[in-house]
């Protein structure tokens, strides 16, 4: 569709989307590329095995991995007999903590703009277990079944300690109030307390979340190797350099000693992170002398890598007889660990969702001996919409209010909590095309359509996710006299299309054909620092390629001289069309980038910027919106749950590239999916081990559960936000259980409040 689609016309705006300033000029473009669909440029790579993920490096002299794990929650190693290990075939070394190097404990994430580590603790480095499932030892042999074999050999025994491993224990010692990325997760508004005791109609019910595991297709995996004194990692990550920085305080390196690379990741989700393994692969093979290749097991990302941590959240909602909202209330307990800071910040969206008289929002915290809790897909928003949209949907039957009705009685004209305006916010509009499209007037009451065996209803739920772009993002453009652009990014591609609508941002600004422009991403040794998180890489992207953008026409027209058409024009009077720069008001004075070069002696020109700082998010409140719609299936007999239907109608600002965006919602509905009816990591409270550590007994949605998905969208800018988008990556997840468990209930007439929804539950 878009091949050889020429940029047209694309002025100079620096900074343009500050406040005060103009709107980014791309997001009024209506025939260049943005907004075209385009197939991800890496896909043909993929399918033909000729993308090489992070455990296809072949390296000279390489040895494999295998990890043994403690089977204890806390407490000591008192005997570790590796001899057996030692002694099998094509074993070079067994790593415990008697011989691995030295090394410092990992910055922990949140502590630093650099730091990654997963918790404050030391990897391997004294007898101490903080963890059932704790690496105590790893192997290194020829070949990846030698390593495995050898393991099973490793005979461990333990000094127990005393453990806190259930969510009641862990209660009862006393929750302390929860803070995320340094803020308090509170806010009160007025007597929330007295005007819900006060209101005529009301609902009060605690809903429970559990715990859930990531499940990427692609396990967690490093090939690493030392070169010289140097460190080079190919792995799987979402954050190469903030993971170079880290795994350079570890091993007391300078961070340009550290190079992380990523040019490929098999799904993400937030759990594509620093984690023990790449700091015990990299000891491992400093140790050895040789390269390691560290692939976790599927057991092993269960032991390794943490997930989403569980929930127990109240929501109680007062209000007038016409559904207006007097008090709102949410607030709850999560757990995490001692020696990490992530508590499940479910409130999030209920700041920013509702208008109310007032409201209280909090979230408690205890600690538990276990695995470092961590991002999973809309940490927060997709639990915290479970239980937000499941008491809407409570309150809106006890009013007799349709439930859509009902969100649109309140949707609030500010930010009802930061009080500031919102940026771009069109839910009313996602409502109602999305309720048009879906035939929501065809719903009836609970209980009232049967076809055979089958009970059918249909529920709905807003999704809510912010829009951030974190600082420190940064691209380098060198463009070349045969009219070509390297842009790089030190940005992720994690399946999501990353690489593609990169390379649509940076041709449609460069006013370039798509095939133009290569994009490189994935290494650390790019300048700047992007993370592949909040849903902001984009974003990030899009400000940095803007400031990169500004430098080259600057430095072009410096090149440029007295004898060019563009002479005496200054960089605003100036913009990229058609492989070259001219004036924005007078089209015909122009320069091919080639003529200017070729004139100005050089082969190629190269320039990097940061973008600029994120000042719009102190100005607006800023969020991607959804309205998602599900048509359920009960079975009467046996009350097995098939979702038979889903709709989301998403406000995310400009889309980019409508195809990978449709798979980004699609992709993160299904993930809702199975939130809703199958995802539960099985957390033994006796011991804390976990019971379900693998695909046959963890379960995900597989093609035979997910239905027929429409997605629509508004396609209204953003004026405030680099190429008028917002984030695509994890709003899709968010109000998919609540609309699942509402079409439950429409279904049957059973209330279901703790997640997943499975069919012992409607029995
Ligand atoms: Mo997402 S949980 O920020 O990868």
Redesign the pocket.
């Given at each position: 569709l878009v091949q050889g689609a020429m940029a047209k016309l694309v002025p100079l705006a620096p900074d343009s989307w500050i406040p005060g300033g103009v709107p980014d000029p791309l997001i009024a473009r209506k025939h260049g590329l943005i907004g075209t669909s385009v197939s991800r440029l890496d896909g043909a790579l993929k399918v033909k095995g000729a993308a090489r993920f992070a455990a296809e490096f072949a390296l000279d002299d390489m040895v494999y991995a295998a990890l043994a794990f403690a089977t204890i929650p806390r407490g000591r190693i008192a005997t570790l007999d590796v001899a057996a290990a030692e002694a099998a075939s094509g074993v070079v070394v067994v790593m415990t903590h008697r011989n691995a190097p030295r090394m410092k404990q990992p910055a922990v994430f949140g502590s630093s703009p650099t730091a990654a580590g997963p918790a404050d603790l030391p990897i391997m480095q004294d007898d101490r277990i903080h963890w059932n499932g704790q690496p105590i030892a790893v192997v290194l042999a020829g070949t990846q079944e030698q390593a495995d074999h050898a393991v099973s050999l490793i005979v461990t025994t333990y000094d127990v300690e005393e453990s806190v491993t259930s969510f009641a224990a862990a209660k009862e010692k006393g929750a302390a109030p929860a803070s995320f990325m340094g803020q308090p997760l509170l806010n009160e508004i007025g007597d929330a307390d007295a005007m819900l005791a006060a209101a005529p109609h009301k609902v009060d019910q605690v809903y429970r979340t559990p715990r859930h595991n990531h499940n990427a297709i692609e396990p967690h995996a490093a090939t690493i190797a030392w070169v010289g004194g140097d460190l080079v990692v190919h792995d799987a990550s979402?954050l190469v350099s903030m993971e170079a920085a880290t795994i350079a305080g570890v091993f007391d390196l300078k961070v340009e000693q550290v190079r992380v690379t990523s040019p490929y990741v098999g799904g993400?989700?937030?759990g594509k992170c620093l984690w023990d393994h790449q700091i015990l692969g990299a000891a491992a093979a400093k140790l050895a002398g040789r390269p390691v290749r560290i692939v976790l097991t599927r057991e092993g990302v269960y032991r390794g890598v943490g997930g989403r941590t569980l929930t127990e959240q109240r929501v109680a909602i007062g209000a007038a007889a016409g559904g207006h909202f007097q008090a709102l209330i949410h607030a709850g307990t999560t757990a995490t660990t001692p020696h990490n800071n992530m508590p499940e910040p479910f409130i999030l969206g209920t700041r920013a969702g509702y208008a109310a008289d007032s409201f209280k929002l909090s979230v408690d915290v205890v600690r538990m001996n276990m695995l470092a809790n961590t991002?999973?897909?809309?940490?927060g928003e997709s639990v915290g919409t479970f239980a937000l949209e499941s008491a809407i949907d409570e309150l809106a039957a006890d009013l007799g209010i349709d439930p859509i009705e009902l969100r649109i009685r309140n949707e609030p004209e500010v930010d009802p909590t930061s009080g500031l305006p919102f940026s771009s916010r069109h839910i009313v509009e996602a409502w109602r095309a999305g309720a048009a499209k879906f035939g929501w007037d065809k719903r009836g009451l609970p209980g009232a359509r049967r076809e055979g065996e089958w009970l059918i209803g249909m529920g709905c739920a807003t999704g809510t996710y912010p829009y951030y772009r974190m600082p420190g993002a940064a691209a380098r453009i060198t463009l070349d006299r045969a009219g070509t652009a390297l842009v790089e990014v030190a940005a992720h591609e994690m399946g999501m299309g990353t690489s593609t609508t990169t390379t649509m941002v940076a041709a449609e600004r460069l006013g370039l054909p798509l095939e133009a422009v290569e994009v490189r991403y994935g290494d650390s040794i790019i300048p700047g620092a992007i993370l592949?998180?909040?849903?902001q890489q984009t974003a990030a992207i899009g400000a940095a390629v803007i400031a990169a953008h500004n430098a080259l026409v600057a430095e072009l027209l410096k090149l440029a001289g007295n004898d060019s058409p563009l002479a005496g024009l200054s960089p605003d009077e100036v913009g990229s069309e058609d492989g070259g720069l001219a004036k924005l008001d007078d089209p015909a004075r122009r320069e091919s980038y080639a003529s200017i070069l070729h004139r100005a002696q050089r082969d190629h020109v190269s320039v990097s910027a940061e973008g600029s700082p994120p000042l719009e998010l102190m100005h607006w409140s800023m969020h991607s919106h959804s309205a998602i719609f599900c048509e359920a299936r009960v079975n009467a007999v046996t009350r097995e749950v098939r979702v038979s239907r889903f709709l989301g109608s998403f406000d995310c600002g400009r889309i980019l590239n409508p195809k990978t965006a449709r798979s980004q919602f699609r992709g993160g509905m299904i993930m809702g999916l199975g939130l809703a009816l199958m995802e539960e990591t099985e957390f033994d409270e006796r011991n804390g081990r976990i019971m379900n550590p693998s695909l046959a007994e963890y379960h995900v949605p597989v093609h035979l559960d997910v239905p027929e998905i429409d997605v629509i969208w508004t396609d209204i800018a953003d004026p405030h936000t680099p190429m008028g988008a917002h984030g695509v990556?994890?709003i899709g997840i968010t109000g998919v259980a609540a609309a699942v468990a509402n079409a439950v209930y429409n279904a049957t007439g059973t209330r279901v409040r703790d997640l997943p929804i499975t069919l012992d539950k409607l029995l």
């Open positions: 979402q993400g989700f937030g991002f999973m897909r809309a940490p592949a998180g909040g849903s990556g994890e």
